[in-house]
């Protein structure tokens, strides 16, 4: 991976951040307003801080999901135009695997904040086995923390209110992530990205009862 590659990250699935890493930089910005106020002023100031422009970006990363489900409609929207615009390749990255990246432990439980009071997880107890998605309210994740673990020692919960995270680790993340996806030789086009809602959005399931469809 070239050390000149300029890799920028956004995420939308909660809090809105964006990140700007490599060729010597690693500047990030946080907004507390939704998706569609912050995220051109917080993509402006990053640009701004490390003096360059969209034309040096080379790689883009954007959160998916699972979270927050307007959020999440305008990040990945904003970051395939860029994308589509500036001809670049760009990468869509798990909530699950943006909140846990820097946990190599296991079993643990990866958390995403969905409306109020629910959350949607992923549970894996161990490198054989296959992640368990689960939804429900914190009280829920957390019964579901303490089966996996074991008796008096329940899997650790990353994401959302779960665990404690500075300001800009996910957008970190989802650009880190984004750099050893392209190192795998993934393709990389805009329109390769899809939102994980974690569930199917309301217009389906309600398209699907009107065609009477199973």
């Known amino acids: 991976m070239s050390a ?54 080379t790689l883009i990363g954007v959160c998916t999901g699972p979270g927050s489900f307007t959020g999440l409609r305008i990040g990945v929207a904003f970051a395939k135009t860029l994308a589509q615009v500036r001809e670049l390749p760009i990468v869509g990255v798990s909530t699950y695997d943006a909140v846990s990246f820097h946990v190599s432990s296991l079993p643990i439980v990866a958390v995403a904040r969905g409306k109020r009071d629910h959350y949607y997880a992923r549970l894996i107890a161990g490198p054989q086995n296959p992640p368990q998605l689960i939804q429900g309210s914190k009280e829920a994740i957390e019964r579901a923390a303490a089966e996996l673990g074991g008796p008096g020692s329940p899997a650790p919960i990353v994401g959302a209110d779960f665990s404690v995270t500075q300001p800009g680790d996910g957008a970190r993340a989802v650009a880190q992530l984004a750099r050893q996806a392209q190192g795998r030789g993934q393709d990389l086009h805009w329109t390769n990205i899809a939102i994980d809602y974690g569930q199917r959005p309301n217009a389906v399931v309600n398209w699907e009862r009107r065609h009477g469809a199973r």
Request: hydrophobic content about 45%; some cysteine; charged content about 15%.
């Open 4 to 57: 000149s590659q300029l890799v920028l990250g956004i995420t939308t699935a909660g809090p809105v951040e964006v990140a700007l890493l490599g060729a010597g930089r690693d500047i990030c910005a946080t907004g507390d307003k939704g998706a569609l106020e912050s995220l051109p002023a917080l993509l402006a100031d990053v640009l701004q801080r490390a003096t360059c422009t969209t034309a040096d970006v």
